[in-house]
Structures are given as C-alpha cells and as structure tokens.
C-alpha cells in the first residue's frame, strides 16, 4: 500500500498539468479577478482633472479674436500629488496578495487531493488482490481441492475492501468538486477534469 501512495503522489499533480491548473486559477478565480479588476479600474483613473468652461463676450478679446460665444478647455495638473500613483500601486499588491494567498491556498488542498487519490490507487490494489484470491478459493473448492466453508473468509475480506475503495473514491470525487467550485469560478469543470487527470483519472 505504501508503495502504491508513493507512486501515486510522484504522478500527482504533474508539472504541465500543474502550471496548467496554476494559470486557470490566475484567469478565472473570482478573488483574484475582484482584485484585478479594482486594479484595473484604478490604473483607468487619470491622475488630472479637465475642466470645460463656457462664455460670451460681447467685445473682441486677445484669447478669443472676436466677439460671441466662446469655449475654453482648462487642465488643472498637480505637480505634487501623488495620491493616484498611490493607490494604483496599493491595488496592485492587493492583486498581488490575493493572487499569492490563493495559489498557497490552492496547492496546500492539492496535495491532500493527491494523498487522497494515492489511498484510493491503494485500496484499488488491494480490492484487485482480494478479488483474486477470492476467484483462487473458489477454483479450488471447485476442484474439491478446499471446503467451501473456506470462500467465507475471502467472501468477507474481499466485500470489505469493495466497500473501503468505493468509500475512499467518494470522498475523492466529493474533494475535487469542492477545489473545482472554490477555485476554478466560472471554469470549475475545466479544473474539475484538470484535478481528476492529476488523480489519474480520464
């Protein structure tokens, strides 16, 4: 069994599937797209502020060249404030540690998936053995070879270990619909199938 477990956590979660797990959640994850949105909208602030002022004059002017309506467009630019550069670089790092506290997030309950998913290789194993030496007991009873009292036994271990694989990939399954619909927003079916290959599942 231990065997197996090892086997099973040097396959999962893999390096290409693994990036491509890492990128999806860095595109679709609704934490990090609020944060990346509010960054977004404050880089769209301008850091000046226009002004359109409307008139009339009634006598030729210097500015304007002659009498009637006229318009002027005036900028007022700060030359000491800094206050937007502030807070795009301040929504910046939220993004960014939102970013960061979700992929720490995410690859801490990826790797007790992929401890789940090697028990799971596990119990697999071991059902197939006793599945074997159940078909072994019963060939042998066949032959007159062994009492048939003796397929009880196998009956029961073989019963037993169905029922703990089928427990253990239930609660598999269960596992990776919760990381797919906590972290994957919208494409929670695409890192559903994503988590389910790292398990060696198609």
């Known amino acids: ?3 197996a477990q090892g086997s099973a956590r ?3 979660p893999g390096p290409e599937r693994l990036e491509e797990a890492l990128a999806l959640l860095a595109a679709a994850n609704p934490s990090i797209n609020a944060e990346r949105a509010l960054y977004e909208e404050q880089t769209r602030q301008r850091p000046w502020e226009t002004v359109v002022t409307l008139g009339y004059s009634v ?3 210097f500015e304007s060249g002659a009498a009637g309506p006229n318009a002027a467009l005036r900028v007022r630019i700060p030359l000491w404030d800094r206050s937007n550069e502030l807070k795009t670089a301040h929504a910046r790092a939220a993004w960014q540690r939102a970013e960061d506290a979700t992929r720490t997030a995410f690859l801490a309950d990826l790797q007790s998936l992929c401890e789940q998913a090697g028990e799971v290789r596990a119990l697999d194993t071991r059902r197939a053995f006793h ?3 159940l078909a072994y007991r019963q060939e042998q009873v066949d032959a007159g070879l062994a ?3 003796a397929l ?3 009956t029961e271990a073989a019963q037993r270990a ?3 694989w089928q427990r253990a990939t239930a609660k598999l399954a269960a596992q990776r ?3 797919a619909r906590r972290y994957g927003g919208e494409e929670w079916e695409r890192l559903g199938a994503l988590l389910a290959a790292m398990g060696g599942e198609h």
């Open 131 to 133: 599945r074997d030496r």
């Open 147 to 149: 009492e048939a009292d």
């Open 59 to 61: 006598s030729d002017t």
């Open 177 to 179: 619909l919760t990381l």
């Open 162 to 164: 169905e029922h703990e």
């Open 10 to 12: 040097a396959d999962c």
């Open 1 to 3: 069994m231990l065997l």
């Open 152 to 154: 009880w036994a196998e």
